[in-house]
């Protein structure tokens, strides 16, 4: 069976984020956030509650429009300029699968929904579930099993259907060590494969190395946001 990490090296890519600004309700939130990620990189953002952590990873991954400036990926595979959210993953707070229906029907449902880019190699959906550690239980209802289970085929979300970009939203909250060392080997996988990942997190995830970019929310926006 193929690994995670078995696989081919990503399409070299750049992400870049030109002068974000965002609202919350009448407010800007954060102004002029610009950032450059290539292959292989990694961007934590830092800062309290309510600053505006998920705020930005929300905008790059193409879920909230911007009030001003853009977030673009390059990519040797394509000539233009695509939206982030094109090429990214984004896992938040919430799961995004359906509890009625079996694990390898969500994942099923991901992978042919997503579909392949063509620029690096998803697995199958029993590798996938191998993978976050959890194999030979794909045919139980999502809604069966523990938050925690629930939490780890989220995640197979990432690996079956390739994105260069992963957007990762405290994404081991409430998790165990376990499952944090697990996860942290997925991300430092994708790194490796020439992967580029921006999360809001304050576990280690495989981000050695990482940029840091502290959001100041709306005490900041008198402020400009580089990386």
């Not at 984020?17 to 309700?25: D, H, K, T, Y």
């Not at 494969?193 to 008198?222: K, R, S, W, Y």
Request: proline share 3%.
């Amino acid at each position: 069976m193929r690994q995670a990490s078995s696989c081919q090296k990503a399409t070299m890519i750049r992400l870049e984020a030109e002068n974000l600004s965002a609202r919350r309700g009448e407010d800007l939130i954060f102004v002029n956030v610009s950032f450059t990620l290539a292959a292989g990189e990694a961007l934590v953002l830092t800062g309290r509650n309510g600053s505006g952590k998920s705020t930005l990873l929300r905008v790059v991954a193409g879920l909230l429009r911007p009030e001003t400036g853009r977030a673009v990926c390059f990519s040797q595979a394509h000539d233009e300029v695509r939206p982030a959210g094109e090429l990214s993953h984004y896992l938040g707070h919430r799961n995004g699968m359906k509890r009625e229906l079996t694990v390898a029907e969500n994942l099923t449902f991901w992978k042919s929904f997503l579909g392949d880019l063509g620029m690096g190699q998803s697995l199958e959906v029993e590798e996938a579930a191998a993978a976050v550690d959890l194999a030979g239980i794909t045919h139980l209802p999502y809604g069966y099993l523990s938050a925690g289970q629930q939490r780890r085929f989220a995640m197979a979300r990432l690996l079956v259907a390739y994105r260069p970009v992963w957007i990762l939203d405290e994404p081991t909250a409430a998790l165990d060590r376990r499952a944090d060392a697990m996860f942290e080997e997925l991300v430092r996988r994708h790194r490796q494969a020439g992967g580029i990942v921006l999360a809001a997190t304050h576990q280690p995830l495989g981000m050695e190395g990482a940029t840091n970019l502290e959001m100041l929310g709306f005490d900041g926006v008198e402020e400009e946001y580089s990386a």
